[in-house]
C-alpha cells in the first residue's frame, strides 16, 4: 500500500522562542498552521461566509449566428467518435475560468448531428435533457424508446439509462443540451459507461412513453409512481404551445408573464431532480418586474427578441441566442418584437437550492420594479 509522506514530517511546533506571545509568536504560530494544512477561520470569515451570494458567474450572452456558426464548421470538420462521443460545444461563462460551465451547476452546450450520423450509444450519472432547435428526421433512443427531434420538443435522458442519438434524414439536426454535470463532478459522482454497439435496438413504440404517461393525468394501474425523473421521455411541441396558449387566458406571472415548468406528472415536481426546465411566454409589448433568486439560470431563445435586463445591463436578445442569469442578479425581461410574442426557454438549478433549504427570492421594490439601465451588454 502506498503511503502518503505530509509535507513537514514530524516537526509540528518551531523550536522555542523567547517570544511567547508577542507578533512573533502569531507569525509562528500561523505558519506552523500552513504547513500542518490548517486554515484558521478568523482571517477567512468574511470571504468564506460572505453576507449575500458573490458569485463569479458572469451575466452573458452568446448569439446564435455565431453559435451557428461554429457548429456548423465543427459539423463540417469534425467526426463523431468513441471517446468524444458528441458533437456538443459547451457555454464556457467568462467567470468561470475557463471551465466549460455555463454557471456553477449547469452544462449547457449546441450539439450538431450531421444527416444519417449516429452519436453512439453510452450512459452516465450526469442527469440530462435536451431542447431541440432544428431536428427533421433524427431521433434520440432513451433506453430502447426512441424519439423524434421536432423543433420545441424536450426530451429527457434521466440519469445512468443508455441512449444515442441518430438521423435518418440528410439534414441536421441542432439542439441545446442541458446537464448537471458541474455539479455531478464536484459531488465527486460521475459514472460514465460506453454502450457495447453503436445504437441501442428499439425495444418499444416509436414514442412510447408519450403514448404511455403523455396525458400527464394518468398512469397505467399496474405501474409505480416515478419519482426520481419524469417517466415521460419527449414533452412534444404541440403540447407544450396549447399548455401556453391556454394558461394565457387565465393567468400570469407578473415576473415572468406566462411560464410554465415542465414537470413530472408522478409528483408535480421538475422533470429532474438536478434541475429544472422552464418554457416561457412574453406577450407583445410586455415588460415584466424584476426580482432575484438564488440559483442560477441558462436561457435560449426560442422565438422573438427583446432584451433580459440583468443587474441594470440590458441584454439584447433575438432567435436562438443564449444567456445567463446567475445567482442572486435581478431580472427582468422585456418583448421588443412589436406584435410578435416571445418564446424563451430555460434551465434553473432551483430544485437543489430547495431540496437544500437554501432557495430565497425577492422581489424589486423601487421604480414600479423596472431597474435604471445603466449599460447594455456588447456580444463578441
Ligand atoms: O448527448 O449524450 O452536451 O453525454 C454532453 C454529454 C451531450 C449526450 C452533452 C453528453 C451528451
Ligand atoms: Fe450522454
Given at each position: 500500500m502506498d503511503t502518503i509522506e505530509p509535507e513537514v514530517k514530524a516537526e509540528v511546533r518551531e523550536e522555542i522562542s523567547p517570544?511567547?506571545?508577542g507578533p512573533e509568536a502569531v507569525a509562528r504560530l500561523n505558519r506552523d498552521m500552513q504547513r500542518n494544512s490548517l486554515t484558521p477561520l478568523w482571517q477567512i470569515e468574511t470571504n468564506l461566509m460572505s453576507r449575500q451570494p458573490r458569485t463569479q458567474t458572469l451575466p452573458w450572452l452568446w448569439k446564435w449566428s455565431t453559435l451557428y456558426d461554429i457548429a456548423e464548421r465543427a459539423g463540417a470538420l469534425v467526426p463523431i467518435e468513441r471517446g468524444g462521443d458528441r458533437r456538443a460545444i459547451a457555454l464556457s461563462n467568462?467567470?468561470?475560468?475557463?471551465?466549460?460551465?455555463?454557471?456553477?451547476t449547469l452544462w449547457t452546450a449546441v450539439q450538431w448531428l450531421n444527416g444519417h450520423e449516429v452519436a453512439p450509444a453510452h450512459r452516465h450519472t450526469a442527469q440530462a435533457i435536451r431542447f431541440i432547435i432544428e431536428g427533421n428526421g433524427s431521433w434520440s433512443t432513451v433506453e430502447g424508446d426512441r424519439v423524434f427531434l421536432e423543433r420545441g420538443d424536450l426530451v429527457l435522458t434521466p440519469p445512468w439509462l443508455w441512449h444515442d442519438h441518430g438521423s435518418k434524414s440528410d439534414e441536421r439536426a441542432i439542439w441545446l443540451d442541458g446537464l448537471d454535470i458541474p455539479l455531478n463532478n464536484y459531488l465527486d459522482a460521475s459514472f460514465f459507461e460506453p454502450y457495447k454497439g453503436e445504437a441501442q435496438a428499439v425495444t418499444q413504440a416509436l414514442n412510447g412513453t408519450v403514448l404511455k404517461y403523455g396525458v400527464g393525468q394518468m398512469r397505467p394501474a399496474w405501474e409505480k409512481r416515478s419519482?426520481?425523473?419524469?417517466?415521460?421521455?419527449t414533452y412534444k411541441w404541440t403540447d407544450t404551445e396549447r399548455a401556453l396558449d391556454n394558461l394565457a387566458q387565465v393567468a400570469s406571472s407578473p415576473y415572468d408573464d406566462i411560464a410554465l415548468e415542465y414537470t413530472n406528472p408522478h409528483t408535480g415536481g421538475p422533470v429532474m431532480p438536478a434541475f429544472s426546465a422552464w418554457i416561457q411566454m412574453l406577450r407583445p409589448g410586455i415588460h415584466t418586474q424584476a426580482h432575484r433568486q438564488v440559483g442560477s439560470s441558462v436561457y435560449h431563445v426560442f422565438e422573438g427578441s427583446g432584451e433580459t435586463i440583468i443587474n441594470g445591463v440590458s441584454f439584447r436578445w433575438e432567435k436562438g441566442d443564449f444567456f445567463v442569469v446567475p445567482s442572486w442578479a435581478w431580472h427582468e425581461h422585456h418583448n421588443l418584437g412589436g406584435n410578435e410574442r416571445a418564446i424563451l426557454f430555460s434551465l434553473h438549478d432551483t430544485p437543489l437550492l430547495l431540496a437544500l433549504n437554501k432557495y430565497r427570492e425577492e422581489s424589486y421594490q423601487l421604480n414600479n420594479g423596472h431597474q435604471e439601465i445603466t449599460g447594455t451588454f456588447q456580444p463578441v
Open positions: 517570544d511567547l506571545t467568462p467567470g468561470l475560468e475557463g471551465r466549460p460551465f455555463a454557471t456553477p419519482v426520481e425523473y419524469s417517466p415521460i421521455f
